[in-house]
């Protein structure tokens, strides 16, 4: 499902009218709360927000009655006009009205930058625009107020908790409609719902806030999604390294990690008097390894690859499922080479990247990420890293989009950004270039020459975080998993007492083949066929007293109309096939 065409209405945007929007809906909160105060309310992708501090909790049932008083406002409102005024009578301005959040936002207002408010009917807000022109193009039946939240006055805990109404708007009720039907169809595949209702995973704040644990049927996706990882790693030349999950401080100063990322590395705990870190990253084990021996340029490239679990800190209010957690495992790899290797090394990561995101059938948008400001580094090596980067791309064709700036202290990048069934992005797989820890940990190689070099340290994860990967498979599927991914993908479903036998027999040679199956017998045929659907079974083995004398099964498959007659094997062929092809359909 596609989202709804954007189109203009004359010289005014889709984020002009759904700032617009945002305006009068903070103007209708005021008016039926008027010891409110409010804060920000930006237009956002697909909708707006504004933030507020009122008197009590804002819940679903109160945002039917706000939209109510938006169209009032949009019936008496007129024209939205830009006022522009010097710091004196905007401060003026804004003490008179009461509202301790916008003065803070004036105060930040670089001296010398123009101070504007929008105005429409009897009230007005300190904004920068861009606004429609007049409330008549503000469609009354186009917008929908969505949902409440809470949010931290300017992302900080330690202010004030506004509370934070979310809505969308478009051009038409048509427009408006469809986007409604594309929340339906998200909600529908949100993978917490769907991990309650099918079983998959589950999260217990009292044993750890952000950390999953997975069930049976997604234990299953995963340990596939590892055996394959596994088989192609190995056929390119990757070794398999393990690492502690908790090492000394001293490593993650060395690293860096602690000065850079102190906000997120967990609180130090003493063992046997000295500091040690649950880890953040594995790249610091990585090294150790190879700095363990010393290696010769006939030993380049090492590539080691670990499915390493870390921990990150992520504060409680970030925390979604499996998409943000505090325990996750890494598909990591580091990859030691000499400069000269670099290119080839960078282009086999792309490649084995497009082989795996286009066995998920997901489309993406790859993007080079350049030097920031503050960088480690000179000029020559991030060029080499830069050119190496882009020539790899050109070698298999890969277009990069240009992310300035988005690189990593150490080094420049290819990050991916994935697109789902829904057209939603991801942040996918990302495949960086290292001169930081290679001078930090002294990594060296002798060289042809026999003098001692720095290899070139590269780092990349394909998958990302497991958890994240998996949770995002979830709602890419809708949690019909393809068949070498399915936990369940058939049930066997005797019409009668008198087919249990041989549906049992039918069973019995699904497991044999390598794949789990359920027999279904308690109930009408009708109750059982719903049960398989709503457990996501793709393939329903029906036998009537037919099937049974001619050795053959009605296959009932998720999706398609038309019911299919085959023999036993047959079926276990095409389940084979199904498999070995990773196919997507059923």
Known sequence: MSLPFEPQNGPVTLGALRHSVSHVMADAVLRLSPEGKVAIGPPIENGFYYDFELPRPLTEEDLPRIEEEMRKILGEAGEFTCLTLDRAAAEERVRASGQPYKEELLADIPEGEAITFYEHGTWGDLCEGPHVETAKQIPGDGFRLTSVAGAYWRGDSDRTMLQRIYG???????????????????????????????????????????????????????????????????????????????????????????????????????????????????????????????????????????????????????????????????????????????????????????????????EYTAYLA???????????????????????????????????????????????????????????????????????????????????????????????????????????????????LSPCPVSVLPITEEQEEAAAGVLAKVLAAGFHGVLKTDGPLRKRVRESEVEKIPYMVVLGGREVDEGRVNLRVHGVKEQRSMGVDEFLGFLRDKRDSKALNF
């Not at 502690?244 to 102190?262: C, I, K, M, R």
């Not at 791309?393 to 240009?402: F, G």
């Not at 940990?441 to 720095?454: H, M």
């Open 168 to 362: 969308t708007a478009w051009w038409s009720k048509k427009d408006l409609k469809k986007y409604l039907a594309y929340l339906e169809e998200v909600q529908a595949r949100d993978h917490r719902k769907l991990g309650r209702e099918l079983d998959l995973f589950s999260l217990h704040p009292d044993f750890g806030a952000g950390l999953v644990f997975w069930h049976p049927k997604l234990g299953h996706v995963r340990r596939q999604l590892e055996e394959w990882w596994w088989q192609l790693h190995y056929a390119r030349g990757y070794w398999p390294v393990y690492t502690p999950h908790v090492a000394g401080e001293p490593v993650f100063e060395q690293s860096g990690h602690l000065q850079n990322y102190a906000e997120m590395i967990w609180a130090p705990m003493d063992v046997d008097g000295r500091p040690h870190r649950v880890k953040p990253m594995n790249c610091p084990g990585h090294v150790t390894i190879f700095n363990s021996r010393r290696h010769s340029y006939r030993d380049l490239p090492k590539r080691y690859a670990e499915l390493g679990t870390v921990y990150r800190y992520e504060p409680s209010g970030t925390l979604h499922g499996m998409l943000r957690v505090r325990g996750f495992t890494q598909d990591d790899a580091h990859i030691f080479c000499t400069p000269g290797q670099l290119e080839a090394e960078i282009v086999g990561v792309l490649e084995l990247t497009d082989l795996i995101l286009r066995t998920f059938g997901y």
């Open 370 to 484: 350049t030097r920031p400001e503050k960088s480690l580094g000179d000029d020559a090596v991030w060029e080499h890293a830069m050119d190496a980067l882009k020539a790899a791309a050109a070698r298999i064709e890969l277009p990069l989009a240009d992310d300035p700036g988005g690189g990593v202290f150490y080094g420049p990048k290819i990050d991916y950004k994935i697109k789902d069934a829904l057209g939603r992005e991801w942040q996918g797989p990302t495949v960086q270039v290292d001169f930081n820890l290679p001078e930090r940990f002294d990594i060296q190689f002798n060289d042809a020459d026999n003098t001692l070099k720095r290899p070139v340290m590269v780092h990349r994860a394909i998958y990302g975080s497991m958890e994240r990967f998996v949770g995002g498979l979830i709602e890419h599927f809708a949690g019909w998993f393809p068949v070498w």
